[in-house]
């Protein structure tokens, strides 16, 4: 029953948004339409900006999933701007009334969980902790995400496949780099570490 009303609140939104701005929307209005109180819009989120923030990440867990090995995040990548794209009457009044932050945190989780598994394929990850390999893929998920949200703000005007072609260029072979990187930092700090006589 829990996630029956979290999608009739979050289908609610959609629709309002279509004909009026995030900010003349209230949760007395989601409440009305679905038929539910206040009290229960609030005890499944904080505000209409935790909603909208749902919405996007549960969206894009969606598109990206079956899609998170080496050889599919390309098409992950692809099919969520597309996703962007035909959404864009919602996507343009979303961006337009949260903060860069908020976006930001909205698609982070998902992003980072598919370049996280992409980075796990790699032989060599095995030698690196879970931490530096969650470092590793927010720093590429961070990436995508401002040149998407740019995308955003630019109106959309590129085709998604020119998008990707540009970011499988820049990003081939980078993971492969990044974690023999840092596997040779350890290599260094280890060595300096092994010759620093113990202080008595």
């Not at 829990?2 to 209230?26: E, G």
């Not at 690196?128 to 590793?136: G, S």
């Amino acid at each position: 029953m829990s996630d029956i009303t979290r999608k009739a609140i979050a289908d609610t939104l959609r629709t309002l948004l279509a004909d009026r701005p995030l900010s003349k929307v209230t949760v007395m209005d989601i409440a009305s339409i679905c038929g539910i109180s206040r009290m229960t819009f609030y005890y499944h989120f904080r505000d209409i900006y935790d909603l909208v923030e749902w919405i996007i990440s549960s969206d894009i867990a969606k598109v990206l999933s079956g899609r998170r090995t080496h050889d599919t995040w390309q098409s992950g990548f692809l099919a969520l701007f597309h996703a962007v794209e035909e959404n864009h009457v919602f996507i343009f009044n979303v961006y337009n009334s949260m903060s860069r932050e908020q976006m930001e945190r909205s698609l982070s989780g998902p992003v980072e969980e598919l370049l996280l598994a992409v980075l796990k394929e790699e032989p060599l990850s095995a030698k690196l902790q879970h931490e530096e390999l969650t470092f590793i893929a927010s720093f590429y998920a961070y990436a995508f995400i401002g040149i998407m949200l740019d995308w955003v703000g630019g109106g959309m005007r590129e085709k998604p496949e020119s998008m990707i072609e540009r970011i499988e260029c820049v990003m081939d072979g980078s993971f492969e780099k990044a974690i023999s990187r840092f596997i040779s930092l350890h290599t260094a700090l280890n060595g300096r570490f092994a010759d620093m006589k113990p202080v008595l």
